[in-house]
């Protein structure tokens, strides 16, 4: 409930003994926090009446008496400037009202003070200058806050936070105030005493002089550009520059070079710091007003950039990522064919010139339902199987010119639509003769290549040999481990006996060769090759096949 003026003199007459006034008016003062009022006693002397709306203003003022305490008739004489002097208190309930002494001088606002001559402006850095000079023994004899940079920063960033919770702050300040307060390069100054709650309403001015300074509330030791948040919200940069001037060149301690910038912020997250205080203290009113300058100063960042208040520019937002239907041009829902680039075949070593063959992959027929029994192994299928080779190898004379031949590579290059078993028929590739893909082997839809030269005995991951998927028939083995006599191929299921021992190809080994792949329909054996015709979906891959002789 506001405190008419007349009510406030009453009171001040509680405070003051003697005091009888005899003319009183409103006096300007923080509306949110004081109410306020000057008086006129019987002597024409001046008084000024403060009267705290809460209990946290009773306690800023209970703060300010005790600082001024602090300051001794030694530091006051030092000062260019006049301080208030309390002349007495009155407490009820919980609240105190404090009653000050007279000061000459009145308030201007930042426009006047902004269009004021250039004597003024110094007048106005003076006055900075002397308040950051304080001994900080003033700060810590009193029990005051004091911060170091990183401290401060800190407390900006939890006060970030606790305003985003409201859900009131616009997305683009969150971002920009964010980034600011993470930019540690801006937060390299050296602490000083800061009046913290310096602005156009606490100067009272007569002519071109500052005569006192009031608002001794927020004490603190910390960050200097808090004193620089008002100044900086004026149109006129020759004014603010000719106070930075000379309140640069009356410091002892030179100005860190980013003052500007964090008192920009200041001045910004100034509107945070208010709409939380009229969250908190439930009054709608100030929860609008905070409202309305933040929407204002989100569009003026928007359209013009606003302020610099850091030193690193704010990155732009990054764009989602495209999602679903394209993905580095091509169509989610298309099917993928290896067609268009295959894979390229393994280099091989040093001199060898390895023969080149064309293998045709005709479309597999739906397989039935395959029993409980495990899958047979590649290289040997087990009796009673019906299993039955589906590979037809026909030799192709070698070129006489062929490069001499070096160790044993098979290399597989599936160019084609990738031909996989049905889900539900076991991966005759998957058993140890016969490697799959995730056994060291690579299937042939991968456009991976295999590398083959070692014995049935070795280990899955050994083994390279190239596996060709099927249905309820065994791949025949391309490279056999017995490589004594001709008739090996017919008995590749024999490899894995014991005694077997893998044999590299001796030089002249090597052919070329032409190999037809046919899946053979419900387990019956194709009477011959069946060359694609041009509406089959049919692949294409090349492969080179060790021919092993006998010596």
């Not at 490069?403 to 031909?419: E, R, W």
């Not at 024999?494 to 419900?522: E, K, W």
Request: hydrophobic letters at 40%; a negative charge.
């Amino acid at each position: 409930m506001r405190r008419k003026p007349i009510e406030l003199a009453a009171v001040a007459t509680a405070a003051v003994p003697g005091l009888t006034p005899t003319a009183v008016s409103s006096a300007p003062d923080d509306p949110a926090d004081f109410d306020a009022a000057l008086l006129l006693d019987s002597e024409g002397k001046r008084w000024r009446v403060r009267s705290p709306r809460h209990a946290e203003a009773s306690a800023r003022l209970e703060t300010e008496f005790l600082v001024l305490r602090a300051f001794a008739p030694g530091i006051r004489a030092e000062l260019p400037f006049l301080m208030p002097t309390v002349a007495g208190t009155v407490r009820q309930g919980q609240l105190s009202t404090f009653v000050y002494s007279h000061l000459a001088g009145a308030t201007r606002s930042l426009d006047d003070l902004s269009s004021g001559s250039p004597a003024l402006a110094r007048e106005i850095g003076a006055a900075l200058a002397a308040i950051h000079d304080l001994p900080r023994s003033i700060v810590s004899n009193a029990d005051l806050p004091s911060y170091t940079p990183n401290e401060f920063r800190q407390r900006r960033l939890n006060e970030l936070d606790q305003a985003a919770t409201t859900g009131k702050i616009p997305p683009l300040l969150l971002r920009r105030w964010e980034h600011a307060m993470e930019d540690v390069s801006l937060w390299r100054f050296n602490p000083c005493v800061v009046h913290g709650d310096l602005h156009e309403d606490n100067l009272l001015v007569d002519g071109d002089r500052v005569t006192a300074v009031t608002g001794w509330t927020d004490l603190r030791i910390g960050d200097p550009a808090d004193d620089m948040a008002w100044l900086v919200a004026s149109n006129e940069q020759d004014f603010v520059n000719a106070v930075l001037d000379h309140y640069t060149s009356s410091r002892r301690d030179v100005p860190d070079a980013h003052l500007l910038r964090r008192a920009a912020l200041s001045a910004e997250f100034a509107l945070a710091q208010y709409l939380v205080k009229g969250m908190a203290a439930g009054n709608q009113d100030m929860i609008d007003e905070a409202e309305s300058m933040l929407a204002a100063l989100a569009d003026d960042v928007a359209e013009y950039g606003g302020q610099p208040i850091s030193v690193e520019p704010l990155p732009r937002p990054v764009e989602a990522p495209e999602t679903g239907a394209e993905r580095g041009g091509v169509s989610a829902g298309a099917p993928t064919t290896a067609s268009a680039a295959p894979a390229a075949p393994a280099a091989p070593g040093a001199g060898t010139a390895p023969a080149v063959s064309k293998v045709t992959l005709l479309p597999l027929e739906p397989a039935p339902a395959p029993d409980a029994s495990p899958a047979p192994s590649a290289s040997a299928p087990g009796p009673g199987t019906g299993a039955k080779p589906a590979v037809h190898v026909t030799p192709i004379p070698r070129d006489a010119d062929a490069a001499p031949p070096g160790p044993a590579v098979q290399t597989l290059t599936n160019a084609g639509t990738d031909s996989r078993p049905d889900a539900d028929t076991p991966d005759v590739s998957s058993t140890p003769d016969a490697p799959g893909p995730g056994a060291g082997g690579q299937a042939a839809g991968e456009g991976t290549t295999a590398t083959s030269a070692a014995p049935n005995d070795a280990s899955p991951g050994d083994n390279a040999a190239a596996a060709v998927p099927q249905a309820d028939v065994a791949t025949a083995d391309v490279a056999t481990a017995d490589a004594t006599t001709a008739d090996t191929r017919d008995d590749a299921g024999a490899a894995g006996d014991d005694g077997a021992q893998a044999a590299a190809p001796a030089a002249g080994d090597a052919s070329t060769q032409s190999i037809a792949v046919v899946q053979p329909s419900s387990g019956k054996e194709p009477d011959s090759v069946k060359e694609p015709e041009s509406g089959d979906n049919t692949s294409t891959a090349a492969i080179t096949v060790v021919d092993v002789t006998s010596r």
